[in-house]
Nanobody
Framework: QVQLEESGGGSVQPEGSLRLSCVSSGHTFSNFAMGWFRQAPGKEREFVASISWNGANTIYADSVKGRSTLSRDNAKNTVYLQMHSLKTEDTAIYFC???????????????????WGQGTQVTVSS
């Protein structure tokens, strides 16, 4: 019954910006940490960012640190990933995920997440 739905992906030129959104339903959203992962063609799924239940703590992959901001609005059951200075290497399907354990603060391991969205495509090209 837990559902996650990503949006905000699309095509953008290098150095451009996008804001990805993930809206959730069917659970007590505010109790759980959330995460973003991505998967490029021919590559393994990799961690992007994670945020704690109250938004106080965030972690980022080195590949996006300094040019991305993760936030959440618990009143709207939504988490956001704002990305700027996008690179061609950022091209991937981006997935939103919810932590499986209430005690998880933030996490980078996909095994720590129980529910996943369908993904939204981000394409960075000239």
């Amino acid at each position: 019954q837990v559902q996650l739905e990503e949006s905000g992906g699309g095509s953008v030129q290098p150095e451009g910006s996008l804001r990805l959104s993930c809206v959730s339903s069917g659970h007590t959203f505010s109790n759980f940490a959330m995460g973003w992962f991505r998967q490029a063609p021919g590559k393994e799924r990799e961690f992007v960012a994670s945020i704690s239940w109250n938004g106080a703590n965030t972690i980022y992959a080195d590949s996006v640190k300094g040019r991305s901001t993760l936030s959440r609005d618990n009143a709207k059951n939504t988490v956001y990933l704002q990305m700027h200075s996008l690179k061609t290497e950022d091209t991937a399907i981006y997935f939103c995920a919810r932590a499986k354990d209430l005690m998880i603060a933030v996490a980078s391991n996909p095994d720590d997440f129980a529910y996943w969205g369908q993904g939204t495509q981000v394409t960075v090209s000239s």
